[in-house]
């Protein structure tokens, strides 16, 4: 079956250390997106990549690095430098002309 | 920028009755997408209904329906014969046209937490 797989689903990190998120979608989908989602916030745009080895910013990009070497994959790196990074991670893509996201199913990052 | 606003933080419906989320939005643009996703306590994102702005008729899935207003920037959510299952967080969300530089992105209102009464 076609999707997006997000892993893990639960991670803890330790203050200080950088850890990645990872994202796999078979769906042949040229664009894919992070969001962060808090308590009450809604979700946030971190980064988004609409083709291979291309991305861009979104509205809360600081702290945060992506990549996109291979069109299945958009990893999300959680660096030190991000000050409040518990949350609720979810990875999405898009196909050309996209009329419906499609998501994974999160991972939530606890810093302890 | 767009925005999309979400005024109720809570609902509550009894089982077999209909409720109406709602949602607002702020916009410039003529041509866009509009959207309802459910998140139940799983937090898988689910599409429930979408609407193209260029469509007057309102958008229709089952038990769940839209009330959009274009010119009002209103686009509110009705669901029908309420179910247990349907306890989630709803959120609203908004896409650019796919042209003139936009990515497309959605863009989210803050969700509206529905609770379904027994």
């Known amino acids: 079956d076609g999707g997006i797989t997000q892993s893990p689903k639960y991670l803890f990190r330790k203050e200080g250390q950088n850890v990645t998120l990872s994202c796999e979608q078979n769906l042949n989908h040229d664009a894919m997106y992070w969001y962060r989602q808090d308590p009450g916030q809604g979700l946030r745009l971190i980064y988004y990549s609409q083709i291979v080895n291309d991305f861009q910013k979104g509205d809360i990009a600081e702290g945060y690095s992506v990549s996109r070497e291979k069109k299945e994959s958009f990893p999300l790196t959680v660096t030190s430098a991000q000050k409040n990074p518990t949350a609720f991670y979810l990875c999405?893509?898009?196909?050309?002309?996209?009329?419906?996201?499609?998501f994974g199913q999160g991972t939530r990052l606890t810093v302890v | 920028a767009q925005t999309v606003t979400q005024s109720q933080p809570e609902m509550s419906v009894q089982e077999a009755e209909t409720v109406t989320l709602s949602c607002t939005y702020d916009?410039?643009?003529?041509?866009?997408?509009l959207f309802w996703y459910k998140q139940p306590p799983s937090r898988q994102m689910i599409l429930v209904i979408r609407?193209?702005?260029?469509?007057?008729q309102n958008a229709t899935e089952n038990r769940f329906s839209v009330n959009f207003q274009k010119a009002a920037k209103s686009f509110s959510l009705k669901i029908s014969d309420s179910q247990l299952g349907d306890a989630a967080m709803y959120f609203c969300a908004y896409r650019s046209p796919l042209n003139g530089g936009s990515q497309g992105n959605l863009i989210f209102g803050k969700g509206t937490k529905l609770s379904v009464k027994p």
């Open positions: 609407q193209e702005a260029y469509k007057q």
């Open positions: 916009t410039s643009e003529s041509d866009y997408y």
């Open positions: 999405a893509s898009t196909r050309t002309g996209w009329t419906e996201a499609f």
